[in-house]
């Protein structure tokens, strides 16, 4: 099991990347920011850009994996995001861990877009996910999609695909076969349940459908990875260790991959103590 954690962009980063270099020193493996202009969870706090924070996170860390979590098609169009992405690279090296999603609300309207589907939410999002590929594989791409349109986007020195592992999120069978089609790994947050057995339980439908597509696909299940945020749950991973361990371990008998954790904070969400955090890395992260 691989370690990640994430620190919600709601505080200056004179406050945050000390954090962030405690992280690293704690031995997580991967590090993540969400993507958002308006959290839902968050939305009359301040709020602070994803790209440039993984670009100064990548800066004060030297090992840690950076990942979005999750950049979606809500106010980010393919071309112009390809051209960030390249220069993350360039600045963080091979450390990028590229979360994409269907994207939530409020950010699907701030822009003052129509109202869209779950369908159509998702259309876009493939679209978007297929378009980011050949841009970051291909010079001279052009395109005419329904949602996206490119025309001459140029991709100079060559593909950096191969060095940018698409991680692509999902809950519903449709998104978790198309990350068996077109994605590096899957990450899910589980479908809002009231229970941690509810929770599981969905989890665990996802997981069935995942085995099902990569053996339709005739891909190895053993080297697919797969992202769970536990904290999606109902019950908050810090609360105690034992809480950390009872999710973590039931993560790994579903054949999670990496989990996903949040800084604690002194209000909802993610409500807890950082003495709790810093007991479990002076402890070790594999449950007991």
């Known amino acids: 099991m691989r370690y990640g954690i994430s620190i919600l962009p709601d505080q200056s ?3 945050a990347h000390p954090k962030w270099e405690r992280v690293e020193e704690m ?14 969870g968050l939305p009359e706090a301040r709020w602070f850009s994803s790209v ?6 990548a800066l004060v860390t030297s090992k840690l994996k950076l990942g979005s979590f999750v950049v979606s098609p809500n106010f980010r169009h393919p071309v112009s995001f390809s051209r960030e992405v390249e220069t993350l690279l360039d600045i963080a090296g091979d450390r990028l861990l590229l979360g994409l999603g269907a994207g939530g609300t409020p950010d699907d309207g701030l ?14 999002f493939q679209e ?29 020195g060559g593909s950096v695909r191969k060095r940018v592992p698409f991680i692509l999120a999902g809950n519903g069978p449709r998104s978790v076969r198309f990350a068996v089609e077109h994605g590096d790994a899957w990450m899910t947050t589980g479908v809002k349940s009231e229970t941690l057995d509810e929770w599981f339980t969905g989890v665990a439908r996802s997981c069935e459908v995942l085995e099902e597509a990569l053996e339709r696909k005739g891909r190895d299940s053993s080297t697919f990875d797969r992202y769970l945020n536990v904290d999606a749950s109902p019950q908050f991973s810090l609360s105690s260790l ?31 103590s950082v003495k709790m955090l810093d007991a479990l890395a002076e402890r070790g992260f594999n449950p007991r």
């Open 111 to 124: 822009q003052g877009e129509p109202p869209m589907t779950a369908k159509q939410k998702v259309d876009r």
């Open 242 to 272: 034992d809480s950390f361990d009872e999710l973590v371990g039931r993560a790994g008998e579903l054949g999670f991959t990496d989990v996903i954790i949040h800084w604690p904070r002194d209000g909802d969400p993610f409500r807890g």
């Open 52 to 57: 440039p924070t993984m670009a100064a996170l």
């Open 128 to 156: 978007f996910t297929l378009l980011l590929d050949r841009l970051l594989d291909e010079d001279h791409v052009s395109a005419d999609g329904e949602y996206y349109q490119a025309r001459n986007m140029r991709l100079v």
């Open 13 to 15: 980063w004179h406050e």
């Open 27 to 40: 031995g997580f493996d991967h590090g993540w920011v969400f993507d958002h202009l308006v959290w839902g």
